[in-house]
């Protein structure tokens, strides 16, 4: 088997900020992944609300 070649700074060499800024870009995007499904495409979510009020309303005075 040949012998590779040992090199001590690739060893030494740290990659805690390549890890930290593709956690922090992963953390953004689902963050943000979350609020655009949630709130900016279901704007019939507030119609929704009101409905289950009026429904509710019309149950307790029945």
């Given at each position: 088997?040949?012998?590779?070649?040992?090199?001590?700074?690739?060893?030494?060499?740290?990659?805690?900020?390549?890890?930290?800024?593709?956690?922090?870009?992963?953390?953004?995007?689902?963050?943000?992944?979350?609020?655009?499904?949630?709130?900016?495409?279901?704007?019939?979510?507030?119609?929704?609300?009101?409905f289950y009020r009026l429904d509710y309303r019309k149950a307790r005075a029945a």
């Amino acid at each position: 088997m040949a012998v590779r070649g040992f090199d001590e700074k690739e060893e030494k060499k740290s990659y805690g900020s390549v890890f930290l800024l593709g956690s922090s870009l992963l953390v953004a995007l689902t963050l943000w992944s979350f609020w655009d499904d949630n709130i900016t495409r279901r704007p019939w979510k507030k119609i929704q609300t009101e409905f289950y009020r009026l429904d509710y309303r019309k149950a307790r005075a029945a």
